[in-house]
């Protein structure tokens, strides 16, 4: 089993969420640390506080307690480096951001933004003279799991798991609780201390958020064109916010003379890498959902007709309702709708791309879903890599044979209903051939 470090019965870091500009206090706050998620209440067969997680980072702690590898320190970045090495996460995938969305509000600003580093299923961010590097992970079962790892030297180096820090923010589709763990992007202009100028503004971002409304808060490097976005400007007040012309923050193709780079592993912060985790996170977001919903409604369901005495495993058809209720959202993420329009060529400044296409996995003809477009749209096919995922693949069966019934109808061409009217006949034929080579469990036509 792995053991994780907890930190419920230390003095710990409180904060009003406000449209996720923070504000620490470092205070004990009395019984707030060991009360009991609403997850473990509102999805029981989750049990997301007591089960052991199995995600990345669980892995790689599994290993060095064993005595099987190590995490190297140093003294420019601690133990970040050699971190990312053994997650696999490049540092091309280096994205910078000013805004005190994170819960190190005392360390960011506009001179010394969060980098943040991520892989399909690992996030990593790093914060000038932190004391912690900050790791958001996916588990297939638990949906993301937030640690963080101390900055100092140890033998062995030991991640924190924070089942309650983290997820003051990270609670839910509202800021409140009562719903999944999920991870969350977002655009708002910020002052040069990384405040934002008006919580009014601020907003979450997913590949539907026009380009004009991304990336305030964040630097990007990049060319588009005249495409305009909200990154690389850092108005004083909100009144300045409003005059700000987006063309002074576009088409910088590095940040030298708007911070020092040279704290940091990489010297940009790449706008393809910035849409990605934009697509990507809102993808495992809706994953998740499913997961705890589809799970949740059987387990009821099981445990009600245990108590009537009939088959545990009977599904009414009001349960089956719902699931496909909560998986056709999934449906269209995957497959891009409402996706926004790109106007023009998009190239990025860190070398993301190519090493993000280079994972495929490729069909016979040499095709691949990660392929990009990044021209009228992000994908060259539009579906998501997602469909590969380890989460995907947890599913419980009866969602994820719903996902693959509706995308057999929309590929097919039985629906061309307007939600799928981007999707051309040779973008459906040639995604579905590419599913019925790269994924062994996708039902052939």
Same mark, same amino acid.
């Given at each position: 089993?792995?053991?994780?470090?907890?930190?419920?019965?230390?003095? #710990?870091?409180? /904060?009003?969420?406000?449209?996720?500009? #923070?504000?620490?206090?470092? %205070?004990?706050?009395? @019984?707030?640390?060991?009360?009991?998620?609403?997850?473990?209440?509102?999805?029981?067969?989750?049990?997301?506080?007591?089960?052991?997680?199995?995600?990345? *980072?669980?892995?790689?702690?599994?290993?060095? !307690?064993?005595?099987?590898?190590? $995490?190297?320190?140093?003294?420019?970045?601690?133990?970040?480096?050699?971190?990312?090495?053994?997650?696999?996460?490049?540092?091309?995938?280096?994205?910078? #951001?000013?805004?005190?969305?994170?819960?190190?509000?005392?360390?960011?600003?506009?001179?010394?933004?969060?980098?943040?580093?991520?892989?399909?299923?690992?996030?990593?961010?790093? %914060?000038?003279?932190?004391?912690?590097?900050?790791?958001?992970?996916?588990?297939?079962?638990? &949906?993301? *799991?937030?640690?963080?790892?101390?900055?100092?030297?140890?033998?062995?180096?030991?991640?924190?798991?924070?089942?309650?820090?983290?997820?003051?923010?990270?609670?839910?589709?509202?800021?409140?609780?009562?719903?999944?763990?999920?991870?969350?992007?977002?655009?708002?202009?910020?002052?040069?201390?990384?405040?934002? =100028?008006?919580?009014?503004? /601020?907003?979450?971002?997913? +590949?539907?958020?026009?380009?004009?409304?991304?990336?305030?808060?964040?630097? =990007?490097?990049?060319?588009?064109?005249?495409?305009?976005?909200?990154?690389?400007?850092?108005?004083?007040?909100?009144?300045?916010?409003?005059?700000?012309? $987006?063309?002074?923050?576009?088409?910088?193709?590095?940040?030298?003379?708007?911070?020092?780079?040279?704290?940091?592993?990489?010297?940009?912060?790449?706008?393809?890498?910035?849409? %990605?985790?934009?697509?990507?996170?809102?993808?495992?977001?809706?994953?998740?959902? =499913?997961?705890?919903?589809?799970?949740?409604?059987?387990?009821?369901?099981?445990?009600?007709?245990?108590?009537?005495?009939?088959?545990?495993?009977?599904?009414?058809?009001?349960?089956?309702?719902?699931?496909?209720?909560?998986?056709?959202?999934?449906?269209?993420?995957?497959?891009? *709708?409402?996706?926004?329009?790109? @106007?023009?060529?998009?190239? &990025?400044?860190?070398?993301?791309?190519?090493?993000?296409?280079?994972?495929?996995? /490729?069909?016979?003809?040499?095709?691949?879903?990660?392929?990009? +477009?990044?021209? &009228?749209?992000?994908?060259?096919?539009?579906?998501?890599?997602?469909?590969?995922?380890?989460?995907?693949?947890?599913?419980?069966?009866?969602?994820?044979?719903?996902?693959?019934?509706?995308?057999?109808? *929309?590929?097919?061409? !039985?629906?061309?209903?307007?939600?799928?009217?981007?999707?051309?006949?040779?973008?459906?034929?040639?995604?579905?051939?590419?599913?019925?080579?790269?994924?062994? +469990?996708?039902?052939?036509?």
């Amino acid at each position: 089993m792995v053991s994780f470090e907890s930190r419920t019965d230390r003095v #710990v870091r409180r /904060w009003v969420p406000a449209a996720c500009g #923070v504000l620490v206090f470092l %205070v004990p706050v009395v @019984g707030w640390a060991t009360r009991q998620l609403p997850y473990d209440t509102e999805y029981e067969a989750i049990a997301y506080s007591s089960s052991t997680p199995t995600d990345p *980072v669980a892995q790689l702690q599994q290993k060095i !307690q064993a005595g099987e590898m190590t $995490l190297q320190f140093d003294a420019r970045n601690g133990y970040l480096a050699s971190l990312l090495e053994q997650l696999k996460i490049s540092v091309a995938s280096q994205i910078l #951001v000013f805004s005190k969305t994170s819960f190190q509000t005392g360390l960011i600003s506009s001179h010394t933004p969060r980098a943040i580093y991520f892989n399909d299923n690992v996030y990593v961010a790093w %914060v000038q003279n932190s004391p912690v590097l900050e790791i958001a992970s996916l588990d297939s079962n638990l &949906g993301p *799991v937030f640690y963080t790892l101390d900055q100092q030297q140890s033998m062995p180096p030991g991640f924190n798991r924070e089942t309650h820090l983290c997820l003051r923010c990270h609670d839910s589709y509202s800021l409140t609780g009562g719903g999944v763990p999920r991870y969350i992007l977002g655009s708002g202009f910020a002052n040069p201390s990384g405040q934002l =100028v008006s919580h009014e503004g /601020w907003h979450l971002t997913t +590949d539907q958020t026009p380009l004009s409304r991304r990336w305030g808060g964040w630097y =990007v490097t990049g060319t588009h064109g005249d495409q305009l976005h909200m990154g690389n400007l850092v108005p004083r007040d909100a009144a300045e916010a409003v005059q700000l012309d $987006l063309a002074a923050g576009a088409n910088l193709r590095d940040l030298d003379n708007l911070i020092d780079t040279t704290p940091y592993l990489g010297k940009h912060s790449d706008i393809v890498a910035l849409m %990605v985790i934009e697509h990507q996170v809102h993808l495992q977001n809706l994953i998740t959902r =499913v997961n705890y919903e589809t799970r949740t409604a059987l387990f009821r369901e099981t445990t009600r007709n245990r108590e009537l005495g009939q088959d545990p495993d009977s599904r009414s058809a009001a349960t089956l309702k719902s699931i496909e209720s909560v998986a056709e959202p999934l449906v269209m993420a995957l497959l891009l *709708v409402d996706e926004a329009p790109l @106007g023009g060529p998009i190239a &990025g400044t860190s070398g993301f791309a190519s090493e993000f296409v280079n994972h495929g996995p /490729w069909d016979g003809q040499g095709r691949s879903l990660r392929q990009l +477009d990044l021209t &009228g749209r992000l994908f060259r096919y539009p579906l998501s890599y997602l469909i590969y995922s380890q989460a995907f693949d947890a599913l419980p069966d009866l969602a994820r044979k719903y996902i693959y019934r509706r995308l057999g109808e *929309v590929l097919g061409g !039985q629906d061309k209903s307007e939600a799928f009217a981007h999707l051309s006949d040779e973008d459906r034929l040639a995604i579905r051939e590419i599913l019925e080579e790269t994924k062994t +469990d996708f039902p052939g036509q």
